[in-house]
């Protein structure tokens, strides 16, 4: 799992605000709505257990692998395997079954794992006799780990016939998931505290899991989580599925300790050094190298908003004000294999990731972080959602979410799929001139025959609109927008907003395109 190298880098981010646009009344959702999972008596005693465990002083429950496994080269560390014949729950009726990752050099970590049957807890402890030690090994007969570093979920995913790995739960509050025919991408975290701030990143763990057993025909399984760090202990419950839609439904009660400088909720990570939209881009045969090309974000009663990832030379930090959320996400939208051209990486089989809050949380931002990279190796792109209010310490905060890793590039929901929506953005210099064009091609959308639409756009301060086209682009039945804009006389080259979308008799017919310019 790639963790991202956040507490080590400069300070040097612009907050850039954007707000929505004037709203386009929508019909109520034709897709039915999806019942939240109730929060079990188990859930509840956790619950209690955080809230004792935050009026202490922070101790760590984390500990640490013995030396001997820490100093493990990564070969060695490779050739010990989980021995599959020891999975929890295998060989049964159980659809379900769970093998444990081996602490090492890079996840030296160890952290505490229960199997929960009829509503009570018996630890599942570290045991040599699930793994295989393979020759490059060392012969020891030290101290064993006192736990394992995480575990990974198997079911039948892609066959009748095999189980596969769709969600691995290792690192701090790390997780990931894939749904069908997907191979693993972004990560999600539990809690993400003072991401970028000057003063380094808290990065709280998950000190211990508590696994129920499932039924044999059972859709989804339960696990639970105790989070803890220096300003937060918390209470997790997983409910997880798995198909072409996998899903985790996230129940969570947090008590802060105290108050982190910026808090976000749903947080997860992802990597994109460069895309179509990239300019210089990197010597490379590739056309992109991403596992996410953009942030989407959908409010009550409002068109999406479209924001294109991209690379910068220093952190820029931007936010979305979102009173009113309804799903926010990092999206891999442009799945064209001759846009990544990867045939190990399969970058365009990665998932998206969509956040969907359960209940009102209130006033907010979304924020979005893009850190510079020089490669593919680190995810340097983080997303969450920022509460307005700080929380009241020792106070119960209740966040619940249900998350969804899927193939869809488009906000959920029939009347906003049917809007039109910006699915390649391209950008480069203008012919024998310094202005910048940039081309964003628009998906076709139900209209009247003979109707065509205009563009509205508009640039912040710092920026002048040189030239504005749009016309129908015959090859993909969409609408192509070309816009060149300059530096405004005077102005320094930093982060430059750039907006636009479609309009048919002055209504709103696609989503909000919005861009970070920087020069």
Request: aromatic share 12%; glycine share 6%.
């Amino acid at each position: 799992m790639r963790l991202t190298p956040l507490a080590s880098v400069l300070f040097l981010f612009l907050l850039a605000s954007c707000e929505s646009p004037e709203p386009l009344p929508l019909p109520e959702a034709e897709v039915a709505p999806v019942a939240a999972p109730v929060p079990t008596e188990f859930f509840h005693q956790l619950e209690k257990h955080a809230s004792e465990l935050a009026a202490r002083p922070y101790a760590s429950g984390v500990k640490t692998a013995p030396e001997f496994y820490r100093l493990l080269t990564y070969d060695q560390h490779r050739d010990i395997r989980f021995d599959k014949a020891h999975a929890l729950w295998a060989g049964g009726s159980s659809p379900f079954s769970v093998e444990f990752f081996h602490p090492g050099p890079y996840t030296p970590k160890t952290i505490r794992i229960n199997e929960v049957v009829n509503g009570k807890a018996r630890p599942f402890p570290f045991s040599d006799e699930l793994f295989q030690y393979g020759p490059l090994v060392p012969k020891y007969k030290g101290e064993r780990p006192d736990g394992y570093c995480g575990f990974r979920l198997h079911t039948k995913l892609n066959s009748p016939e095999y189980q596969d790995e769709f969600i691995v739960f290792q690192g701090a509050s790390y997780f990931r998931a894939v749904a069908k025919t997907q191979v693993y991408g972004l990560s999600a975290r539990a809690l993400a505290l003072n991401t970028v701030q000057p003063a380094g990143e808290e990065f709280p763990d998950f000190e211990e899991f508590w696994l129920e057993r499932p039924a044999p025909d059972a859709k989804s399984l339960t696990i639970y989580g105790l989070l803890n760090g220096p300003s937060v202990c918390g209470a997790y419950q997983f409910n997880i599925s798995a198909g072409r839609v996998t899903v985790n439904e996230v129940t969570s009660t947090l008590f802060f300790r105290k108050a982190p400088g910026l808090i976000g909720i749903a947080p997860f990570s992802s990597m994109f050094w460069y895309g179509a939209n990239t300019h210089p881009k990197p010597d490379d045969y590739r056309p992109s190298v991403r596992d996410s090309d953009g942030l989407l974000l959908a409010q009550e009663g409002q068109p999406p908003v479209w924001r294109p990832l991209d690379l910068s030379k220093e952190i820029r930090h931007s936010t979305f004000w979102a009173p009113q959320l309804r799903e926010f996400g990092l999206f891999q939208r442009d799945r064209r294999f001759s846009e990544q051209l990867d045939l190990e990486a399969n970058y365009h089989k990665r998932p998206s990731v969509s956040v969907f809050p359960r209940g009102s949380w209130g006033n907010g931002w979304i924020n979005l972080i893009e850190i510079p990279t020089g490669d593919e190796t680190s995810d340097n792109v983080v997303a969450f959602w920022q509460p307005q209010a700080p929380p009241p310490l020792l106070a119960p905060q209740h966040f619940n979410y249900r998350l969804e890793w899927h193939g869809r590039d488009a906000a959920a929901g029939a009347p906003v799929a049917r809007l039109s929506r910006a699915v390649d953005t391209r950008r480069g210099l203008a012919f024998k001139s310094t202005d910048e064009v940039f081309v964003v091609e628009f998906s076709r959308f139900p209209h009247p025959p003979g109707a065509n639409p205009v563009a509205k756009v508009e640039v912040g301060p710092g920026l002048v609109l040189k030239h504005q086209g749009l016309r129908a682009n015959p090859e993909t039945g969409g609408w192509r927008l070309t816009l060149s804009v300059a530096l405004a006389e005077g102005k320094r080259p930093r982060d430059l907003d750039l907006r636009a979308h479609l309009l048919l008799n002055d209504k709103q017919v696609s989503e909000t395109w919005t861009y970070l310019w920087t020069p």
